[in-house]
């Protein structure tokens, strides 16, 4: 069989699978796209991550990588473009790319007005999906550490994250310097997902966010080509893991059954088999009859590893 390719299971409307899909663009990336749906139950990928509840998901051959801070690791080490992982960020832009990623992902959809969001809901689900959508997501807030902002304080807070990522702007052309790299696509997806959710144009007083939001995604989106869940778990299947990484000495659960799970939101846990604990991933092994084993690769940072 060929070399494995990057397969990402992701939906369009995702702001996450947006941000992964720009790094594939960045990075010249050759891709294969899976849809997925919205909301569980997702059959494209449940059989591969043995239930892990975010997306997107890559998966290359029988490696499946959850977390786009794993997954854009991945894209960094297979591409001839620098600056492509979350340890890239330049320190001043930090701070940045840390708020984009918590309470101002949230407050991008917060802080609409409840009928635009509806509205928006509707046109993307009808008033089923809506409705399932709505549930869907409150559950996969429960258990977790994230209290997402509401009404006035949500719109303060997306608003003050715009005039400070204006003030950051104006002496460069993108976060990182000259060219776009992982900070920008950390820091634009929350504001693409206000663009779509919430309509409109960035406002005029933030003059170089605007220049800046129309230049992302002229980096496109690399080479797509469309897959069925076939394709993929025929890759899955004829395919071994890659060779794991050294772990990291005093990794006590080693060669235990453990699940892990993301400590903020999206609780649901993985279990298997820890193969590998390096100081950037957990990688746990699953036995599957469909396809044999699998490694799931894991961040290190925000998720939970325990013992079964």
Known sequence: MTEPRFILHHYESSPYAEKIRLLFGRGQQSWGSVLSPAMPPRPNVDPLTGGYRRIPIAQVGADI????????????LQSPISGLSADSVPNEVAELVQRA?????????????????????????????????????????KGGSVRPPQGERAVAIFDGFLADLDKALTSRA???GDEPAYADFAVYHPIWLKARVGGGAISKQYPHVRRWFDRIPEVGHGAREELQAVHAFAEARANEPRPLPASEEGAELLNCQ??????????????????????????????????????VHFPRQGYVVVKV
């Open 101 to 141: 990623e918590g309470d101002v992902f949230f407050s991008a959809i917060t802080s609409v007005k409840p009928l635009k969001l509806m509205g928006t809901m509707l046109t993307l689900f009808g008033p089923f999906g809506m409705m399932r959508f709505i549930k869907d997501r409150r559950q996969m807030m």
């Open 174 to 176: 993108f976060l990182s």
């Open 65 to 76: 990588f959850c977390d786009t801070a794993i997954i854009a690791q991945e894209i960094a």
């Open 258 to 295: 453990v699940t892990v799970a993301p400590e903020d939101y999206g609780r649901e846990p993985v279990q298997g088999l820890l193969v590998a604990q390096t100081s950037e991933r957990f990688i746990v092994a699953r036995e599957t009859g469909e396809f044999g084993v699998l490694h």
